[in-house]
């Protein structure tokens, strides 16, 4: 199960290069190549999905590793997860929180610090996990697939929608806040007029696919902001691997689906008015 859900992530994630250099003491997501936070450097969560990680500064969050080798001589403030790779620390390097691996044993040097536990983690002792990475595979391909529809079928209205997401981000963003409550409510207010019962009953069945259109396009005008100049399907897979690795994080994730979900919405209703003035 660990192997595929890796090679789903690299297969969406290995079109970008890494990200930018944090300020610091910011959190550091890169989804292709070597991270170091050097001497006098800090960062908060340091999550790589595809590259090699050197500590020798101050991560005060969590330290996780797809596909990679983390070598810590400085200090991690919370976990170190690596999957496909090994954690290495250094005799200096001071780790406050667990030592979690799903592949290879840390190596720790005599004199590192380890304040919680070394243990692998496996995923079929942990109930219903293997359910949410099988779904988070499923959606991420879901999506892959739709996008990739839609630019072949209507590129310009996709064009539309990353226009205007990217020149209206504060007003697509109220009018899918109203749009994401505003469908539901509509649909089960028609259930209560005779007339309006098949209109509801549609509306409330094309909810879910609106939505789901709108985290594709979401995606897309995401991924317009990184690949500003060339083809749409590369812009697409940019701003999906971005979500969709974002989506991993805890907590975190569902809520940054769910506002790439009004921001979608919104993005589309302007898209809308502006083809129609």
Request: glycine letters at 12%; proline letters at 4%.
């Amino acid at each position: 199960m660990r192997r595929i859900v890796l090679i789903g992530v690299l297969l969406l994630c290995c079109v970008l290069p890494a990200g930018a250099s944090a300020a610091d003491g910011d959190d550091r997501i890169v989804i292709q190549g070597p991270v170091l936070v050097d001497r006098d450097e800090k960062a908060g969560d340091v999550i790589v999905v595809n590259g090699d990680v050197v500590i020798r500064g101050d991560v005060s969050g969590d330290l996780v590793v797809l596909d990679g080798d983390a070598t810590v001589r400085g200090t991690v403030g919370g976990d170190i997860v690596t999957f496909a790779g090994q954690a290495i620390l250094g005799r200096r390097a001071v780790v406050d929180g667990d030592l979690v691996y799903f592949d290879k044993k840390p190596e720790v040097a005599e004199g590192a610090e380890v304040a919680g536990k070394t243990k692998k983690f496996n995923p079929d002792a942990t109930p219903g996990l293997g359910f949410t990475l099988i779904a988070w595979l499923a959606i991420s391909v879901s999506v892959l697939i739709a996008g990739l529809l839609l630019l072949l079928i209507a590129p310009k209205a996709a064009d539309g929608v990353a226009s205007a997401g990217k020149s209206k981000p504060l007003l697509s963003g109220l009018f899918g806040l109203l749009l994401f409550f505003a469908l539901p409510i509509a649909a089960v207010v028609l259930f209560f007029t005779i007339l309006g019962i098949p209109l509801g009953v549609g509306l409330l069945l094309a909810v879910l696919p609106v939505y789901a259109l709108a985290y594709t396009l979401c995606a897309f005008a995401v991924g317009r902001v990184v690949v500003k100049k060339g083809a749409r399907v590369l812009a697409f897979l940019a701003g999906l691997a971005i979500l969709r690795v974002l989506a991993i994080i805890p907590i975190a994730g569902g809520i940054i689906g769910f506002l790439a979900t009004l921001f979608g919405l919104g993005a589309i209703a302007v898209a809308i008015g502006r083809a129609r003035s």
